[in-house]
């Protein structure tokens, strides 16, 4: 699977951004998809994950309560809402895909270790400016 993510940009501290991420082929439900990101100096950590069907999401505490991942299966893509954004989320997002095994379990919990994950898309820059 190929992934390419898109919607970062700068925005003011207490500002909204979305990001999205779209997936190629057509086996997107087969995959759990995460969110990550990476600030300069700082190693890539998790952020947010959602399982295939998308009943299961799991955050990092960091980003609990402001942040929302989705995805819609029929359009290959997932998706990371950010609100309340604060200085400290700046960094570069990245999305990422981890398949599940064909067939695929009928539940999977998502994964929040980037190990797991085997495709990544290019990475979209968020800049918070307090």
């Known amino acids: 699977v190929q992934l390419q993510a898109s919607g970062g940009g700068s925005v003011q501290a207490g500002g909204s951004l979305s990001l999205s991420c779209a997936a190629s082929?057509?086996?997107?439900?087969?995959?759990?998809m995460g969110w990550f990101r990476q600030a300069p100096g700082k190693e890539r950590e998790f952020v947010a994950a959602?399982?295939?069907?998308?009943?299961?999401?799991v955050y990092a505490d960091s980003v609990k309560g402001r942040f929302t991942i989705s995805r819609d299966n029929a359009k290959n893509t997932v998706y990371l809402q950010m609100n309340s954004l604060k200085s400290e989320d700046t960094a570069v997002y990245y999305c990422?895909?981890?398949?599940?095994?064909?067939?695929?379990?009928?539940?999977?919990?998502?994964?929040?270790?980037?190990?797991?994950?085997?495709?990544w898309g290019q990475g979209t820059q968020v800049t918070v400016s307090s």
């Open positions: 990422a895909a981890k398949w599940l095994g064909s067939p695929r379990p009928s539940t999977s919990l998502p994964s929040t270790s980037l190990h797991e994950y085997g495709y």
């Open positions: 082929g057509r086996t997107f439900s087969s995959y759990g």
């Open positions: 959602t399982s295939w069907s998308a009943g299961i999401t």
